[in-house]
């Protein structure tokens, strides 16, 4: 049978939910969102691939009046055209509960983590324990998931974290761990450090830094800086330095890999609640080809009555030759209460579009230098919306093709 009877009958069963939910079971929340989203464009042999996409977030809080909760998103998937591979997803699916005993948090299921050691999506326990203190200490462990090389039970994860912001006035500091075993084999020990130090209405200094165990070198390290003594203006400040992490158990772990440094500084004015502009100013650094310098300028308009968009303008200068002056466009316009119409041009700016976790979640590189579109978003009613984009995009990778994408959103 065709996953796309399956699509449909997940779209049924939504609507069924949406009807339902407002004579919901005693005691117990239940909301969410269901999205039926279809779109077309042109493969690299030209064949027209039309996927489409059935997602759930679907939320139950305070079961039973019971204090536990049960959290999913996940999507069905399929190309009616059978031109290119789409996958269903299942993103996260957990039950949880606040204070399961004095001061212990209790999460199980597939949920994403994120710390300076490492972000992981795992199928397992995470807790999450306040009664120590001034200190919080999180740990968690359980499967890898790895959407590229499909689901291995001797693929674990184990981490610990341990918090606080009570040690001093206006600083947050955390220290992480993390362990990775691929195939029974340990493939990543990484340690994790952040800090942040505020001066009310004066300063904001804040740092994170991973380092590798197993190769014994710092593999990521931010310092900033941000002035906002004003309300009108801020002043940030940052360096980054990144450097690539292989398995131990990868080939690639014997190559040696390029380091990337990056220096910036952003000026951010505030006109009004609405209207804002920066500046900012940004020196990479590389190993195997020249250094960049890239300039940036941008005014955005956040909608309060009809009109929305913004204005960037972007120059890269670099020693090999392959300046690269570009601009990001886009401006919109509610026509009624009800609907809002857009168009937009990023033109000679290079965007890397690598989804996570998320609608946009793509396996393939889709590296793109020039990209022109129209939108439209209809609200029917109040919880049910329409949106709609047409798309030309030049990519490195694809030359040029185009895109279209129809979604609909079911609020419950």
């Not at 009958?9 to 005691?27: N, R, Y």
């Not at 690299?44 to 999913?72: C, K, M, V």
């Not at 029974?184 to 800090?195: A, K, P, Q, V, Y």
């Amino acid at each position: 049978m065709k996953i796309w009877k399956r699509v449909m009958g997940a779209l049924v069963v939504s609507l069924v939910v949406c009807v339902v939910c407002p004579v919901q079971v005693t005691a117990t929340n239940i909301n969410g969102r269901a999205s039926t989203v279809f779109e077309w464009f042109d493969d690299p042999d030209e064949n027209t691939a039309t996927p489409i996409y059935q997602y759930l977030h679907f939320n139950a809080t305070d079961i039973g009046d019971s204090g536990w909760n049960f959290r999913g998103y996940g999507r069905l998937a399929d190309d009616l055209s059978d031109e290119v591979d789409v996958d269903s997803r299942l993103y996260f699916a957990y039950i949880e509960k606040r204070d399961l005993v004095d001061d212990l948090d209790f999460k199980l299921g597939r949920q994403f983590l994120s710390t300076v050691a490492g972000a992981i999506l795992m199928d397992g326990l995470h807790l999450e324990y306040s009664g120590l203190g001034p200190v919080e200490i999180e740990l968690f462990g359980g499967g890898d998931v790895s959407y590229y090389e499909g689901y291995n039970a001797e693929d674990l994860v184990f981490g610990v974290e341990i918090a606080s912001n009570k040690l001093l006035k206006n600083l947050e500091v955390g220290l992480s761990y993390m362990q990775k075993w691929e195939d029974s084999d340990l493939s990543h020990e990484l340690i994790g450090f952040d800090m942040e130090y505020d001066v009310p209405r004066l300063i904001q200094f804040y740092n994170e830094t991973q380092y590798s165990w197993i190769t014994d070198e710092v593999t990521y390290f931010l310092l900033g800086s941000k002035y906002y003594r004003s309300p009108n203006w801020s002043l940030t400040a940052e360096y980054l330095y990144s450097l690539p992490i292989f398995s131990a158990n990868s080939i690639y772990s014997v190559f040696s890999v390029d380091e990337y440094e990056e220096a910036s500084l952003e000026f951010l004015y505030t006109f009004s609640r609405d209207l804002r502009a920066f500046l900012r100013y940004q020196r990479e650094f590389y190993e195997s080809v020249s250094d960049a310098d890239v300039f940036e300028a941008g005014i955005e308009k956040i909608r309060s009555d009809r009109f929305s968009g913004y204005l960037i303008g972007t120059y890269r200068l670099d020693d090999d030759g392959q300046d690269l002056a570009g601009v990001k466009a886009r401006i919109a316009y509610r026509c009624t209460s009800n609907i809002e119409t857009g168009i937009g041009a990023h033109v000679d700016v290079f965007e890397r579009q690598i989804g996570f976790l998320g609608d946009q979640y793509n396996d393939d590189d889709e590296t793109t230098s020039q990209r022109y579109w129209v939108d439209l978003t209809a609200n029917i009613t109040k919880s049910i919306n329409l949106q709609a984009k047409l798309e030309s995009v030049k990519s490195d990778l694809w030359d040029e093709y185009y895109r279209g994408r129809l979604r609909l959103n079911i609020l419950f």
